[in-house]
Each structure stands twice: as structure tokens, then as C-alpha cells.
């Protein structure tokens, strides 16, 4: 939890010296989705709520930090909140990234401290005038895809 602190911390510094008008080079995304393992069951359910804010670097770049809410059929007793950072390459009508993201399971019926260790995120994605559509991979660092979170997310962006 300190190193994504910190590594949070440190890349908000890079984007604030090196942005000057943030408020002309922000984004901002209400996305809904699912996630699947890798044999796309979908079995549990496991449907997301969140926002993206993208943040221009320049016209090519944006830091899009995220929080999304993952939860278990339309039980809100458990369910997961994971934020996480990624740097996306915007191209005209896509975008490309990866980044960082961690789990933790909050709820009223949830017991203990659960969460997960920081693990990669990559995404790929469309955008048009107001509608974003994004598909990614989420996997541990510690066995790099062989276990891996398949996801996909719809959001109206403004």
C-alpha cells in the first residue's frame, strides 16, 4: 500500500509541473461494466460502477486515475473497490495504457481487512463524441497472466 502511495504521489507531482491548464485538459468518464476470468464464464457475475478522469499531458498522453466499484450480482453486503492509475496514448479514436490497480473488499458484511497486492492493467479502448468503450486485462505481477481479470466497460464521457 505505500509503494502505490507513493508511486500515486509521485506521478501526481509529474502531472502538475508539467500540466499548467489542467481544467482545458480534463476528462471525465461515468463508466458501468463486467468482469470475467479467463474461461469468460462469467460465472459469478460481477458487474462494475466507476469514474476515469483523464488528465492531458499533452494531446498524445493522459494520466487517468479510476475507482470503480466491482460487485457480486447486486449484493452491496461485499464488494470490491478498486482504484487505480493509468497512462493511456490518445490516438483520434482510440486509446492504449497500462498502469497499476489494487482491490480492497469493503462492505457491511465484510470482516477483517482483504485486499489484493497491486497487480498491472492494460486497457484499449474507443471513444466518440460522448461515448467511451474500453476492454483490459488485469493481472498479478507475481505470475504474470496466468491468472488474468478480463473486463469491459461502457461510459458516457464529458
Avoid: R
Amino acid at each position: 500500500m505505500k509503494k502505490f502511495t507513493l508511486l500515486a504521489l509521485a506521478v501526481a507531482s509529474l502531472f502538475l509541473a508539467t500540466a499548467p491548464n489542467l481544467s482545458a485538459q480534463t476528462e471525465f468518464a461515468l463508466e458501468w461494466g463486467v468482469i470475467t476470468d479467463k474461461s469468460f464464464s462469467f460465472k459469478p457475475f460481477l458487474w462494475t460502477a466507476g469514474l476515469t478522469l483523464d488528465f492531458y499531458l499533452n494531446p498524445d498522453f493522459s494520466l487517468s486515475p479510476e475507482v470503480f466499484m466491482i460487485v457480486q450480482n447486486f449484493d452491496f453486503g461485499g464488494f470490491f473497490l478498486a482504484p487505480g492509475i493509468l497512462l493511456n496514448y490518445q490516438g483520434t479514436d482510440f486509446f492504449i495504457g497500462g498502469g497499476l490497480t489494487k482491490w480492497w473488499l469493503v462492505g457491511s458484511e465484510v470482516e477483517g481487512a482483504y485486499s489484493t497486492d497491486v497487480a498491472f492493467k492494460a486497457n484499449v479502448g474507443y471513444k466518440s463524441a460522448n461515448i467511451k468503450l474500453t476492454v483490459f486485462a488485469i493481472t498479478s505481477f507475481n505470475e504474470f497472466f496466468k491468472e488474468p481479470v478480463f473486463g469491459a466497460t461502457f461510459a458516457l464521457w464529458f
